[in-house]
């Protein structure tokens, strides 16, 4: 009666079970197969972990291949290879089980293969993602560089701008208050011109040829703009001193007797500047 085929376990498992390699010399042999690719067995075998004749044996388990114990091990193999032996001296017969061959079937040895191939195809692709990966991270970082430099340049640069948008606020601020300051005096100029044009118009017609007793103006000329008062009689001479109640610190001097600098006024005027010692 046949035996049932022995199912198929892998190389290092069956070494394992049957004690002759431990779990830590499988995986530092695994390790080496990922690496180089070589078979396991031969890596067992120059490592020391297991002699030949052990791995000879296992691969004979593996692949279901088991030799005839008629005339003890190995015998039914032999004879197989050196064909009909002569007859030996009668024995007492020995009561051995009979191990029938069984082949090894083809589609494992080849599953195996494919197996192996498949994963070192696997291996080497994600080793190509790894360098790829590498090669990301470099360039990545090559640009957060170059990010980084120009982030400062343009700082520095903002800040530049920001100094100089200060010291035109500044000058903008001192324009805008020379500004008010014109204002301040022409709003002065132009309530004294409007008061001097209403004292025009209240006077008598009859008095359009008599300019004396109208009286006259003093324009008085400043560091910045320039001053119109109204007085009483005629107008000062030439080169005389004048003394304002305005201006109660300062003397001016009389330059020129002229008329009106006002439109439609008929009174002479007295053009006068501030006298220094």
Same mark, same amino acid.
């Given at each position: ?7 198929? !376990?892998? +190389? =290092?498992?069956?070494? $394992?079970?049957? #004690? %002759?390699?431990?779990?830590?010399? *499988?995986?530092? &042999? /695994?390790? @080496?197969?990922?690496?180089?690719? !070589?078979? +396991? =067995?031969?890596?067992? $075998?120059?490592? #020391? %972990?297991?002699?030949?004749?052990? *791995?000879?044996? &296992? /691969?004979? @388990? ?25 007859? /030996? ?189």
């Amino acid at each position: 009666m046949a035996a049932a085929p022995i199912p198929w !376990r892998p +190389l =290092g498992t069956l070494l $394992v079970a049957r #004690g %002759f390699l431990s779990e830590e010399q *499988l995986e530092a &042999a /695994l390790d @080496e197969q990922a690496v180089s690719g !070589r078979r +396991l =067995g031969e890596i067992l $075998v120059e490592r #020391g %972990f297991i002699p030949h004749s052990t *791995l000879s044996l &296992a /691969l004979a @388990e593996q692949y279901g291949i088991h030799p005839s114990v008629e005339r003890g091990f190995g015998t039914g193999l032999r004879v197989l290879l050196q064909g009909p032996q002569p007859e /030996l001296s009668p024995e007492p017969p020995i009561p051995l089980p009979v191990v029938e061959l069984v082949e090894a079937e083809p589609s494992t040895v080849t599953h195996l293969e494919e197996r192996l191939e498949e994963q070192w195809a696997q291996l080497a692709a994600a080793q190509e993602a790894l360098d790829a990966l590498h090669r990301l991270h470099d360039r990545r970082r090559a640009q957060a560089g170059r990010l980084l430099a120009r982030l400062r340049a343009q700082r520095s640069a903002r800040l530049a701008v920001l100094d100089q948008l200060a010291l035109s606020a500044q000058d903008l601020h001192s324009s805008h208050e020379a500004l008010d300051a014109v204002n301040r005096l022409h709003d002065r100029r132009r309530a004294q011109v409007l008061r001097l044009l209403a004292g025009r118009r209240t006077q008598p017609s009859a008095d359009a040829d008599n300019g004396s007793d109208r009286g006259h103006l003093v324009f008085v000329q400043l560091e910045r703009g320039y001053e119109l008062f109204e007085r009483d009689g005629g107008p000062p001479a030439r080169d005389a001193r004048l003394e304002l109640a305005a201006f109660p610190d300062a003397v001016f001097v009389v330059t020129n007797v002229g008329r009106s600098p006002l439109p439609n006024d008929t009174r002479a005027c007295a053009f006068a500047q501030r006298a220094f010692a």
